[in-house]
């Protein structure tokens, strides 16, 4: 049986981020999870930060995702892990124009470093929320190539039902026991071999919605639901159903992979920061600066345009 979630509050296409950055607080050791848990409202609430931010902060919408198959077929299995090296053969402007998540998600790995160096509780808090929202992201198959909303194939909209219908109607279901946060030996690495794997993906998201459409009676794919008091067209849930079945767990095992490196990610910046005393700092709650109040800038509006 389907349960069907209460409708979200807050901006459509939020839900999956959100669970994602507080289930990763789980598996946090000890010296970690105390810190942690009390500021899981925080981390939470506050995975959505760098979309929030996306139309307000320029050089913020390219941290989200790579268009790996821009640079053709294969080229996510050779195109430079670091950065410099990606510099050097592309220039700046093309990597940005293509999307920079692996290598922008590894500068905010190396902030947390920094960040738990200082023992800032606000800026701990911040970017691990941010390091969770960039690894939600690069778990994403439609994060990773240039038919990001199915645009180039006659699937438009394909992105959202992705990422936020799916995980909507049917996350709460799923299994997020990922075990114990292990240390990463080679974080960039790491990130991009997510990514791979992410990527390798995408054919499936975009075929079994495509053959699924074709059979599917047109009159019955779509339905109208009420979104913050606004009728609105969504992918019917037989529809949903239909697709998620197809897919066979894929958009679980992505929200898994993703809890697990988050974690990882989190502890071995940690470590590298030589595992200072988190339980002395927490308590700061209110010294955290609200961040919700970005505006948009009309120069950003547009980019990168999906429904949520
Ligand atoms: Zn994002």
């Known amino acids: 049986m389907v349960t069907i979630l209460s409708p979200p509050t807050a901006p459509w296409g939020f839900y999956a981020h959100r669970l994602i950055n507080r289930h990763a607080v789980f598996s946090l050791p000890p010296e970690m999870i105390r810190f942690y848990k009390a500021h899981l409202e925080y981390i939470s609430e506050n995975a959505v930060n760098p979309d929030r931010r996306r ?3 320029k050089g913020e919408a390219e941290k989200h995702y790579l268009d790996a198959d821009a640079y053709g077929d294969s080229a996510v299995y050779y195109l430079p892990r670091y950065w410099q090296e990606a510099v050097e053969k592309f220039g700046e402007d093309t990597l940005r124009a293509h999307g920079i998540a692996p290598w922008s998600t590894y500068q905010t790995f190396l902030q947390l470093i920094r960040a738990f160096e200082s023992k800032n509780t606000p800026s701990i808090l911040r970017i691990s929320a941010d390091l969770g929202h960039y690894i939600g992201d690069i778990h994403v198959p439609l994060h990773t190539t240039k038919n990001y909303n199915g645009q180039l194939t006659g699937q438009y909209g394909i992105h959202g039902f992705w990422e936020t219908r799916i995980p909507e109607l049917f996350a709460d279901g799923y299994s997020f026991f990922v075990g114990k946060a292990e240390f990463i030996p080679q974080p960039q690495l790491a990130i991009w071999d997510a990514l791979v794997q992410t990527h390798e993906a995408v054919d499936s998201v975009l075929r079994m919605e495509k053959s699924l459409n074709a059979q599917f009676p047109e009159n019955r794919k779509y339905s109208f639901e009420e979104r913050g ?4 067209r969504v992918y019917s849930k037989a529809y949903t159903q239909a ?23 989190w502890f071995t910046a940690w470590i590298l920061a030589g595992q200072p005393n988190l339980d002395a700092l927490a308590g700061h709650q209110s010294d955290i600066p609200s961040e919700q109040e970005w505006k948009p800038i009309d120069e950003l509006k547009g980019i990168r345009e999906h429904d949520n």
Not at 246 to 261: P, T
């Open 243 to 265: 697709y998620h079945h197809l897919l066979d767990g894929q958009v679980e095992r992505q929200m898994v992979a993703a809890i697990k490196m988050i974690a990882d990610m």
């Open 229 to 232: 008091g606004i009728n609105t």
């Open 55 to 57: 139309y307000a902060v």
